[in-house]
């Protein structure tokens, strides 16, 4: 009697110890860390993002001057654009601000968002990149998230990989 | 015969000697110096001056989009910035950069000059700062240079003696 229930639960003890071995653990990769004083890295360049018209061709209510983004890098990213790679660590910023009219011209306003860029091999979905957008002045907030193959890198994906997906170049 | 000619020659010695000791000698004050290194120091805040239309309403044919400054801080301005006092040696820099046009906004292109503001009691002309700017990317071509209390400090004059006459804030 013992031994007709024993069996059975051997086989599948067995099996499952054979399916723990052959596939592997899901790998849960950690959040993209917050860029703790990046406001005092390496500034790379800034440019901006026009308004876009809406349907009525009347410019977005939120940002109606467009928003400028402040690039900014690590000393690893540093070294990533001197030498064409960027090693494990590298961390790019876009920080990005509405922008405000002001006595002839614009001004950054409140800020959007931190994305941040981190060089890490083992998103190899995402070009061996993690991606966070961390919503305005929050550290905490997170726009992308597990969204950001197609949020963040859909986008970098065009940079190519002779690139590393970077699309900017550290400005003299 | 030798006496009559010495004695005037001894009292315009001892004139001469004493003008030297009671008017001070012309201050010639150096240049202001080229901010080595600048494009690593902390990263203040941008903003951009918007093209402005001439005569026939058309924009310049130089900077059609207009321009863009990048503000940079040396570590004593950054003092400055915290304290509200500026001390000797603090340096704020303006990169100016022509705009131009990409897909969907608008990107750094040449460098139209590095705007230098150092601070230096000496210099009370012009509210005790120096300013130099130093055209495109030379580290010589001067065009400031004595003009600098009309074409510099004639409008930062505007920020004020309680501002130290520095317009920026440094961005969060």
Redesign the interface.
């Known amino acids: 009697m013992k031994l007709r229930f024993l069996l059975p639960v051997c086989v599948l003890a067995f099996t499952a110890l054979l399916l723990a071995q052959t596939t592997p653990p899901a790998l849960v990769l950690p959040e993209v860390p917050y860029p703790d004083g990046f406001?005092?890295w390496?500034?790379v360049?800034?440019?901006?993002?026009?308004a876009?018209m809406g349907e009525a061709g009347a410019p977005p209510k939120e940002a109606p001057h467009?928003q400028?983004h402040?690039l900014?890098a690590n000393e690893l990213a540093l070294e990533g654009y001197r030498t064409g790679h960027f090693p494990e660590g590298a961390v790019l910023i876009a920080d990005w601000f509405i922008?405000e009219e002001?006595r002839?011209?614009?001004?950054?306003g409140p800020?959007k968002s931190v994305d941040v860029m981190i060089r890490d091999a083992r998103r190899v979905e995402t070009g061996g990149w993690g991606f966070e957008n961390f919503d305005q002045?929050s550290r905490t907030k997170r726009n992308a998230g597990p969204k950001s193959v197609t949020s963040c890198f859909e986008c970098h994906r065009r940079a190519g990989p002779e690139r590393e997906f970077v699309f900017s170049t550290l400005?003299?």
């Open positions: 406001r005092r390496a500034h360049s800034s440019a901006i993002v026009s876009k467009g400028i402040n900014y922008l002001t002839g011209g614009l001004k950054q800020r002045d400005l003299p």
